[in-house]
C-alpha cells in the first residue's frame, strides 16, 4: 500500500510533466504528473504492464499554480482499492477505485520522468524536492502533516516546526541591490520588484560637528494615494501554507485628519477582483489609533466576505515607529476540533506577538490569485485602492509557515 510525498515547483504546462513514477518494462506502476488534458495534477496506476495501459486516474481540483511550491501526494490503498491525490496535503474529490490486481513494477523509481514504451518520457521541467515514498497506505491526517514539512532535526532544538522556503526577498535597504525603479530579488527566483511612484529615499543621521558618526541608509517611501510596486505573482500556491513580513512605518501626517477613515495595504496578492490576500491598516473616523488586519476573500467577485485576523485592543498600531508585521497561512492547521478535515487558519503577528490562538483565524476554502505580487496598495472589487503612506522596508515571502519562536527570533535579531 505504497504512498508518494514530494514537493513540485514548475514554470510552464505546455506538455505533460512527470514528478515521479515507478517504471516496469514497457510502463509505469503508478505516475505522479501534471496533465495538459485535464489542466491539473494527476496520480495514476496502469493496470497492466503493456504499451498502452488502461489508466485509473485521481485528478486535481484546481489547475496547477505556476513557479510556486506545491506538495504533492498520492496514495495507493490495498486495502481499500483506491487511489487518492492530495494537493497541499487536501485530497483532491473522493478516492477513485482501482479494482484490478495489481502488477509489480520492477524497475528503479524515476524522479522526474515517466517510463512508458520501455523508454524515459515526459520529463519534468523545474524543481522537485523532498521525495518520500512509504510501503504503506498514509491517513489523511498524515498526509496533512507531512505536507507541513517540518523539521527532523534533533540537535538544534526546532524539531518539529515547520521548515518554509524562501521564495522572494526585497529589501530596499539594501543599496547594492535596490536602485532607480527596480529592488532585486535576492532570493534566487528573479522577481524583481518594479517601483510605481514608490521612491527609494536616502536619510541621513548623526553630526559630524558634535563627534557623532554619520550614516546613510535607505527605504522605499511611499505617498498614500498613488504609489506603489508590483513582483510577477503569483508567489506562492494560496492553497498551501505561506508567510510573509516587512518591517513598515505609518506616515502620521497623512493620517492626521480624524474627519476620515482610512485602509491602507502594506501588501498582497493580487487577483482579477480582489486581492487573494493581504495585510492592511485601518482607523476608524475620528479615532487617531487604529488596527493591523490580515484577511482572505471567499471568491474573487464583487462583495467578496473577508475572513481576517486583528490585532487586539492592547497593541494598536503606533504611528510613526517600525513595526515589523508577519502573516502566516497554515494550510494545515486543524482549526475546527469537530471536523479534522477542514484544515487552514490565517495567524497575524505584530512584531513578536501573536494575534489570537495558536491554529489562527478558521479559512478552509482558499482560492488561487493570478495577479501581480503588490505592495502598497490593495486589489478591492475590481479597482485599485487602499494606497499606503509612508516606509515598506525588507518584504520577504515563504512557502510554508512559520513557527512563532521563529518569528519572534527574526524579530530580535533584526529590531531597528
Same mark, same amino acid.
Given at each position: 500500500?505504497?504512498?508518494?510525498?514530494?514537493?513540485?515547483?514548475?514554470?510552464?504546462?505546455?506538455?505533460?510533466?512527470?514528478?515521479?513514477?515507478? *517504471?516496469? @518494462?514497457?510502463?509505469?506502476?503508478?505516475?505522479?504528473?501534471?496533465?495538459?488534458?485535464?489542466?491539473?495534477?494527476?496520480?495514476?496506476?496502469? %493496470?497492466?504492464?503493456?504499451?498502452?495501459?488502461?489508466?485509473?486516474?485521481?485528478?486535481?481540483?484546481?489547475?496547477?499554480?505556476?513557479?510556486?511550491?506545491?506538495?504533492?501526494?498520492?496514495?495507493?490503498?490495498?486495502?481499500?482499492?483506491?487511489?487518492?491525490?492530495?494537493?497541499?496535503?487536501?485530497?483532491?474529490?473522493?478516492?477513485?477505485?482501482?479494482?484490478?490486481?495489481?502488477?509489480?513494477?520492477?524497475?528503479?523509481?524515476?524522479?522526474?520522468?515517466?517510463?512508458?514504451?520501455?523508454?524515459?518520457?515526459?520529463?519534468?521541467?523545474?524543481?522537485?524536492?523532498?521525495?518520500?515514498?512509504?510501503?504503506?497506505?498514509?491517513?489523511?491526517?498524515?498526509?496533512?502533516?507531512?505536507?507541513?514539512?517540518?523539521?527532523? #532535526?534533533?540537535?538544534?532544538?526546532?524539531?518539529?516546526?515547520?521548515?518554509?522556503?524562501?521564495?522572494?526577498?526585497? #529589501?530596499?535597504?539594501?543599496?547594492?541591490?535596490?536602485?532607480?525603479?527596480?529592488?532585486?530579488?535576492?532570493?534566487?527566483?528573479?522577481?524583481?520588484?518594479?517601483?510605481?511612484?514608490?521612491?527609494?529615499?536616502?536619510?541621513?543621521?548623526?553630526?559630524?560637528?558634535?563627534? %557623532?558618526?554619520?550614516?546613510?541608509?535607505?527605504?522605499?517611501?511611499?505617498?498614500? @494615494?498613488?504609489?506603489? *510596486?508590483?513582483?510577477?505573482?503569483?508567489?506562492?500556491?494560496?492553497?498551501?501554507?505561506?508567510?510573509?513580513?516587512?518591517?513598515?512605518?505609518?506616515?502620521? *501626517?497623512?493620517?492626521?485628519?480624524?474627519?476620515?477613515?482610512?485602509?491602507?495595504?502594506?501588501?498582497?496578492?493580487?487577483?482579477?477582483?480582489?486581492?487573494?490576500?493581504?495585510?492592511?491598516?485601518?482607523?476608524?473616523?475620528?479615532?487617531?489609533?487604529?488596527?493591523?488586519?490580515?484577511?482572505?476573500?471567499?471568491?474573487?467577485? +464583487?462583495?467578496?466576505?473577508?475572513?481576517?485576523?486583528?490585532?487586539?485592543?492592547? @497593541?494598536?498600531?503606533?504611528? &510613526?515607529?517600525?513595526?515589523?508585521?508577519?502573516?502566516?497561512?497554515?494550510?494545515?492547521?486543524?482549526?475546527?476540533?469537530?471536523? +479534522?478535515?477542514?484544515?487552514?487558519?490565517?495567524?497575524?503577528?505584530?512584531?513578536?506577538?501573536?494575534? &489570537?490562538?495558536?491554529?489562527?483565524?478558521?479559512? +478552509?476554502?482558499?482560492?488561487?490569485?493570478?495577479?501581480?505580487?503588490?505592495?502598497?496598495?490593495?486589489?478591492?472589487?475590481?479597482? *485599485?485602492?487602499?494606497?499606503?503612506?509612508?516606509?515598506?522596508?525588507?518584504?520577504?515571502?515563504?512557502?510554508?509557515?512559520?513557527?512563532?519562536?521563529?518569528?519572534?527570533?527574526?524579530?530580535?535579531?533584526?529590531?531597528?
Amino acid at each position: 500500500m505504497p504512498q508518494k510525498d514530494h514537493s513540485a515547483r514548475t514554470p510552464k504546462k505546455d506538455v505533460n510533466y512527470t514528478v515521479l513514477s515507478q *517504471a516496469g @518494462t514497457n510502463a509505469s506502476g503508478f505516475q505522479l504528473y501534471y496533465s495538459t488534458a485535464y489542466n491539473a495534477w494527476v496520480f495514476n496506476r496502469h %493496470e497492466t504492464d503493456v504499451t498502452s495501459p488502461a489508466i485509473v486516474r485521481s485528478i486535481g481540483t484546481k489547475p496547477p499554480v505556476l513557479n510556486a511550491w506545491t506538495h504533492l501526494a498520492g496514495v495507493y490503498d490495498a486495502a481499500a482499492q483506491t487511489l487518492q491525490l492530495y494537493v497541499n496535503g487536501v485530497p483532491q474529490g473522493a478516492p477513485v477505485p482501482f479494482t484490478v490486481t495489481p502488477w509489480k513494477a520492477s524497475g528503479g523509481l524515476q524522479v522526474g520522468r515517466l517510463w512508458h514504451a520501455a523508454a524515459g518520457k515526459e520529463n519534468f521541467a523545474g524543481t522537485i524536492d523532498e521525495v518520500q515514498v512509504w510501503s504503506r497506505a498514509l491517513a489523511d491526517t498524515e498526509v496533512a502533516h507531512e505536507a507541513w514539512l517540518e523539521d527532523e #532535526d534533533l540537535s538544534d532544538g526546532t524539531a518539529g516546526d515547520p521548515v518554509p522556503a524562501l521564495v522572494a526577498k526585497w #529589501d530596499a535597504t539594501d543599496m547594492a541591490n535596490a536602485t532607480g525603479t527596480t529592488v532585486k530579488d535576492t532570493s534566487g527566483f528573479g522577481r524583481n520588484l518594479t517601483l510605481n511612484g514608490a521612491a527609494l529615499t536616502q536619510f541621513t543621521t548623526g553630526d559630524p560637528d558634535i563627534g %557623532e558618526e554619520v550614516t546613510t541608509t535607505q527605504a522605499m517611501t511611499l505617498n498614500g @494615494t498613488s504609489a506603489y *510596486a508590483t513582483a510577477t505573482g503569483p508567489v506562492v500556491d494560496d492553497s498551501g501554507s505561506f508567510t510573509a513580513t516587512a518591517w513598515v512605518t505609518l506616515d502620521p *501626517a497623512k493620517l492626521a485628519d480624524t474627519s476620515k477613515s482610512y485602509a491602507v495595504q502594506v501588501f498582497g496578492q493580487s487577483g482579477a477582483s480582489q486581492s487573494a490576500w493581504g495585510v492592511w491598516y485601518e482607523q476608524p473616523a475620528g479615532s487617531t489609533q487604529g488596527r493591523w488586519t490580515f484577511g482572505r476573500p471567499d471568491k474573487d467577485g +464583487t462583495g467578496a466576505a473577508w475572513t481576517t485576523s486583528v490585532s487586539d485592543a492592547l @497593541t494598536t498600531a503606533q504611528l &510613526g515607529v517600525p513595526v515589523m508585521l508577519t502573516v502566516v497561512y497554515d494550510a494545515q492547521a486543524e482549526v475546527d476540533d469537530q471536523d +479534522t478535515s477542514k484544515l487552514g487558519g490565517l495567524k497575524l503577528y505584530v512584531d513578536s506577538a501573536r494575534m &489570537g490562538d495558536e491554529y489562527g483565524v478558521p479559512y +478552509t476554502a482558499p482560492w488561487q490569485g493570478s495577479g501581480a505580487f503588490e505592495v502598497g496598495r490593495a486589489k478591492i472589487n475590481g479597482a *485599485a485602492t487602499r494606497y499606503f503612506p509612508g516606509k515598506i522596508d525588507s518584504v520577504r515571502v515563504w512557502a510554508g509557515a512559520t513557527s512563532t519562536d521563529t518569528i519572534a527570533n527574526r524579530r530580535n535579531t533584526e529590531q531597528q
